[in-house]
T-cell receptor, first 116, second 113 residues
């Protein structure tokens, strides 16, 4: 099956710093990638949808200037949490959808962000 | 706005039991429904995907049914094993939402020896 990787798997940073998370589709081309956030014992909440070569579409209540998303190629999307604060600590998961499938999203293993 | 609810929130059963997890959604205009498994601190593993025109899907000991008109789906796990312990999430793609998945609240399953 299709494989999606995320890097790093976990990161600890100081408040005020920026953190970049990468999401890669390893064996297929992903025209669309999705970024989710999951707080402890809660479900996944969609943050934004990114299409290769265009600006991301953010869900209501998600600050686009704080969560910068870049999808410059068909295999890579990045999420940068700018000026991170402790309340940004969460589990961030990406998913990728191929060019030929409209149904299936393949999920990455997630990135645990802890902001001190 | 689509809302997805799962009952129960947590479940503990002894090994070998058959069990049913429930998922309900408020907007029946869905494109498909998926069941996922999530182990602690890990990403998601897709278990079953049911298209809106289908009634059920089976994979091994897992069987998922869909009643779109009533906004319900069930995941049946036969002969549960300790390795089935995980959180199970259902998610729907609502028609006209550009393939966005709306996730349920999850059921945390513990299968004991």
């Amino acid at each position: 099956g299709a494989v999606v990787s995320q890097h790093p798997s976990w990161v600890i940073c100081k408040s005020g710093t920026s953190v970049k998370i990468e999401c890669r589709s390893l064996d297929f081309q992903a025209t669309t990638m999705f970024w989710y956030r999951q707080f402890p014992k809660q479900s996944l909440m969609l943050m934004a949808t990114s299409n290769e070569g265009s600006k991301a579409t953010y869900e209501q209540g998600v600050e686009k200037d704080k969560f910068l998303i870049n999808h410059a190629s068909l295999t890579l999307s990045t999420l940068t949490v700018t000026s991170a604060h402790p309340e940004d600590s969460s589990f961030y998961i990406c998913s990728a959808r191929g060019t030929t499938s409209t149904d299936t999203q393949y999920f990455g293993p997630g990135t645990r962000l802890t902001v001190l | 706005k689509q809302e997805v609810t799962q009952i129960p929130a947590a479940l503990s059963v002894p090994e070998g039991e058959n069990l049913v997890l429930n998922c309900s959604f408020t907007d029946s205009a869905i494109y498909n429904l998926q069941w996922f498994r999530q182990d602690p601190g890990k990403g998601l593993t897709s278990l079953l995907l049911i298209q809106s025109s289908q009634r059920e899907q089976t994979s091994g000991r897992l069987n998922a049914s869909l009643d779109k008109s009533s906004g319900r789906s069930t995941l049946y796990i036969a002969a549960s094993q300790p390795g089935d312990s995980a959180t199970y999430l259902c998610a729907v793609i609502t028609t006209g939402t550009a393939s966005k998945l709306t996730f349920g609240t999850g059921t945390r399953l513990q299968v004991t020896l």
